[in-house]
């Protein structure tokens, strides 16, 4: 069974074509730097927006066509995704995909039940992978949508939800390592609280922790090798969760000694969210060492939730992959579209334009980035404004070679009228950016 019989394999046509269903910039085998860009950008689809949601939202009905999800019975719903992911997923070029358990396979009555199904669908999943090359990028467990996981799953108040919590997270990961996932995540779900009334915040984290060294723990024993990803959120669906943005998710791990364990699954739409930029996150990440993996997806600043949309806005893609870049990569993490098309684009084919427009607007942002940091004008403004720390004073502070009295002694005999500190050169930069993104797109 096929579904989307409107669409051939997408191709590059160049940015003069006005073909919706073509890549303008997105070109697999181009070589940017030493590598190609689909090497660097490593694209997946996520599972659960492309094929399992339906449109609905708190004021409305189901809207989109999704022909796959016309069956009755659940098992052969679940079949029939698993024919239009790859469908879609090969006809766009995408190499990987990311799902929880309960896209991909229904939930019984029992854990008995969902873990049969859900090595059922493993199977079919595994065949479709080696017909077609596609890889998973990362498996999940979702521990939020049962109602059991109201309060939480690791940080639930009822033992007993902790231990549904940690049956399902077993078993994802089994089927992750089965199915040769590269990466495990962790998005924190309903781990957090609506209000302090109620909730034993320390009992909650440090459960929370001890949910983590029972999975490095299994993980060792069956010898997973995946990497672990932590996927920070501040809000929504809690009204604060623990996870709350990188600096707090890194603090967690250094407190409960998991810091080599874990690095970061950074979405754009958590990262605004949490009030910093998509950049931000990245970068904090990066320079702790921490980069793992990226949500590619943008939010609407004027609306205070996760509208997960599919990523447009070039300078966004241009400053994400800047900081890819000089992360020497994500591998083996990717670029994972946790993106939506709106309610109301609601057909097939706005599902594929979606994909086009996330693979072309990051395509883009790679090529900028690399050109970018090939003329080395930011990091030459960068360098010049921090120079004093390369000499005298500043590299007796930098070598941790000198004491508090020293510094007062040697400050004592500054004019502070005489003391010069070079301009941000803020608009200088930002035109520098400019220059990149519009000389790029000349020159296609
Ligand atoms: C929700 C999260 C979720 C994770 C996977 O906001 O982004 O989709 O990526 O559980
Ligand atoms: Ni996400
Ligand atoms: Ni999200």
């Known amino acids: 069974m096929t579904y989307f019989d ?43 927006h492309s094929l399992t949601e339906d449109g609905s939202d708190p004021f409305g009905n189901p809207t989109m066509d999704r022909p796959w999800n016309n069956y009755q019975d659940s098992m052969d719903r679940a079949e029939a995704k698993v024919e239009a992911a790859f469908e879609l997923m090969s ?13 991909v396979a229904p939930e019984g009555a029992t854990i008995k039940e969902s873990n049969e199904n859900l090595e059922k669908m493993a199977e079919l999943l595994k065949k479709k992978m080696e017909a077609t090359g596609i890889k998973l990028l990362w498996g999940t467990s979702n521990l939020f949508s049962h109602p059991i996981y109201m309060h939480g799953a690791a940080t639930s108040p009822q033992a007993k939800v902790f231990a549904c919590a940690a049956a ?27 209000t302090l009334l109620n909730t034993n915040m320390k009992l909650e984290q440090d459960n929370l922790a001890r949910f983590f060294y029972l999975v490095i723990e299994y993980a060792e024993k069956i010898g997973f090798n995946g990497q672990f990803l ?43 969210l949490a009030g910093h930029t998509f950049q931000h996150e990245l ?45 020497g990569g994500l591998a083996p993490g990717g670029l994972n579209f946790d993106a939506k098309v709106r309610r109301g684009s609601y057909q097939l084919q706005d599902l594929v334009q979606g994909h ?24 030459d403004l960068i360098s010049s404004r921090y120079k004093s720390y390369q000499e005298g004073l500043g590299s007796k502070i930098v ?7 020293e510094l007062a002694e040697i400050a004592q005999s500054f004019k502070l009228s005489e003391i010069k500190t070079n301009s941000g050169s803020q608009e200088k930069l930002e035109a520098i950016l400019n220059r990149h993104l519009l000389g790029s797109l000349n020159s296609d």
């Open 168 to 194: 399902k997270v077993k078993k994802a990961i089994e089927v992750t390592k089965y199915l040769g996932g590269e990466n495990y995540v962790f998005w924190g779900g309903r781990e957090g609280y609506e």
């Open 230 to 272: 932590i996927e920070p959120k501040p809000k929504e669906p809690t009204k604060h969760q623990y996870d709350f943005d990188c600096a707090s998710v890194l603090a967690f791990l250094r407190k409960y000694d998991l810091e080599g364990y874990f690095k970061l699954n950074i979405e754009a739409n958590h990262a605004t």
């Open 399 to 405: 070598e941790e070679n000198t004491s508090l009295e």
């Open 6 to 48: 409107f669409l051939e394999t997408v191709e590059f046509e160049g940015p003069g074509s006005k073909n919706p269903l073509a890549f303008n910039y997105y070109q697999a085998d181009k070589k940017i730097g030493k590598k190609t860009m689909a090497e660097h950008l490593r694209f997946s689809m996520a599972y659960w």
């Open 91 to 103: 006809k766009l070029g995408i190499n990987y995909f990311c799902f929880h358990d309960v896209d």
């Open 283 to 327: 970068r904090y990440a990066r320079i702790n060492d921490m980069l793992g993996s990226v949500d590619a997806n943008q939010g609407d600043l004027l609306l205070g939730w996760d509208t997960d949309q599919f990523p447009s806005n070039l300078y966004n893609t241009s400053l994400a992959m800047y900081e890819v870049l000089k992360n």
């Open 356 to 379: 086009i427009l996330g693979m072309d607007s990051f395509a883009k942002g790679l090529e900028v980035a690399h050109s970018l940091i090939n003329s080395q004008e930011i990091e």
